[in-house]
């Protein structure tokens, strides 16, 4: 399978570049190569490039969330673990005899879940506080939140 090597992101409205005067560009084109960019402009051209149209869209640099508990995304909203008029503390005791069972299934695709929601909202980057490591679950849980990562591309 032969890999395209040159992306050419045609008509993009804005770009955010993130440099030290915080710039911004008005209806321009990008040219990638592997993982460099190599101009931002108008009118640019390359033979052989991938192209794809971004008319009328923002471009900005992947977001990073620096605080995450993926195992957490099948309990959110979920009535079952609503216990009302607790404290934190009292809640997390709760809670902990919840995610003392979960298994590296559970962990691999509430990766999963949430991963896909943080590249939704442009996130390419995140640091997971896993904590969750019961003896049934054995040490494979880290390995199924990078098999979840590799394959969505998620920066982990």
């Known amino acids: 399978m032969n890999k395209v090597n040159k992306i050419l992101i045609k008509d993009a409205a804005a770009v955010v570049s993130c440099d030290a ?5 008005r209806d321009v084109d990008i040219l990638i190569e592997g993982s460099r960019i190599l101009g931002i402009g108008k009118g640019l051209s ?5 192209q ?3 008319e009328g869209r923002f471009i900005y640099p992947g977001l990073v969330n620096t605080h995450h508990h993926f195992f957490q995304t099948f309990v959110r909203n979920l009535t079952a ?8 503390i009292q809640w997390l005791d ?9 298994s590296s299934e559970a962990i691999y695709y509430s990766s999963l879940t949430a991963m896909a929601d943080l590249i939704k909202h442009g996130c390419t980057c995140a640091f997971d506080h896993q904590y969750c490591y019961p003896r049934s679950a ?3 849980l880290v ?3 990078m098999e979840a990562a590799s394959l969505l591309g998620m920066r982990y």
């Not at 005067?21 to 560009?25: E, F, H, L, N, S």
């Open 138 to 140: 054995g040490k494979e």
């Open 46 to 50: 390359a033979d052989g490039a991938e």
């Open 81 to 88: 673990v609503d216990f009302p008029n607790m404290s934190v």
């Open 94 to 102: 709760e809670i902990y005899e919840i995610f003392k069972l979960i």
């Open 143 to 145: 390995d199924r939140q």
């Open 52 to 54: 794809l149209s971004a």
């Open 21 to 25: 005067d915080d710039t911004v560009y």
